[in-house]
């Protein structure tokens, strides 16, 4: 009888374990449905009120720390003294996963020609045509050494990639200048690696380029030179590299090392 007894009671332990599992499996994916139904701060703010979480309790250090195996948006926390972002996470791509997007433009409807707030505060959606924004930028990479990626895809239909072992930017006292930028490899020209110690320029605060504003679109920039993948459009959705190819899709990722 006591033995009966005993494995009824763990038949009751496990079934209890079990649907406590599909509990938190069922509430764990209605929270991924709500993150990424999120487009904006605002949107985060008013999740935070419909559901009284601790946004840092649901948050990641990084793309890479969450480990999650779905591309898609991720509430990111560089540090327990930082308020979370909304970020979008690439976990699948030829060189694995973890890759935090900090430029996409493919669309070519969203205008790059910002003045400094955007371009410090971030603008579009982080699942579509984004810039992050240079104040989270700062934070993610100066918690934690992270490399950086940059995809290009001209209007030939040629894809190249530059890839840099290190990558991290300054703060707005510092005019967010490029600090720091690693071993480059890849199939692209080496595109930022003549910009490291340069500071940051949007069309209303020059911190280089030439007085007559003929470079549009925030970049880090040095007379007009190197390219810049914020650069004005052309033609439809393309827009042009320094060597004068028109380019139909750029986008920018880092991750955590």
Not at 4 to 30: D, N, V
Not at 206 to 213: A, C, F, L, R
């Amino acid at each position: 009888d006591r033995t009966i007894e005993r494995q009824l009671a763990a038949l009751q332990a496990q079934s209890h374990k079990t649907l406590s599992l599909q509990t938190a499996w069922a509430q764990q994916g209605k929270l991924w449905k709500d993150i990424q139904a999120l487009s904006s701060q605002e949107d985060i703010e008013r999740f935070k009120l419909s559901t009284g979480l601790d946004l840092a309790s649901i948050s990641s250090r990084s793309c890479k720390a969450a480990g999650q195996e779905q591309s898609g948006k991720l509430l990111i926390q560089p540090t327990e003294h930082d308020e979370p972002f909304l970020g979008y996470c690439v976990q699948q791509s030829i060189f694995g996963g973890g890759w935090l997007v900090i430029q996409h433009r493919d669309k070519g409807i969203l205008n790059f020609n910002r003045n400094w707030s955007e371009y410090r505060n971030g603008f579009g959606r982080v699942d579509e045509d984004v810039w992050l924004g240079l104040e989270n930028l700062h934070r993610i990479t100066t918690a934690r050494k992270h490399e950086l990626l940059v995809v290009l895809k001209y209007a030939t239909g040629k894809s190249v990639y530059a890839r840099y072992s290190s990558f991290e930017i300054g703060s707005e006292a510092e005019q967010y200048s490029l600090k720091k930028l690693g071993h480059y490899t890849g199939t692209a020209d080496d595109l930022m690696s003549s910009l490291v110690s340069k500071k940051f320029t949007t069309k209303d605060r020059n911190n280089g380029i030439k007085s007559d504003g003929s470079c549009e679109g925030g970049w880090w920039m040095d007379p007009c030179t190197s390219t810049n993948i914020n650069g004005p459009r052309t033609e439809g959705f393309t827009f042009v590299d320094r060597l004068s190819k028109l380019l139909l899709f750029t986008r920018m990722m880092i991750r955590e090392v």
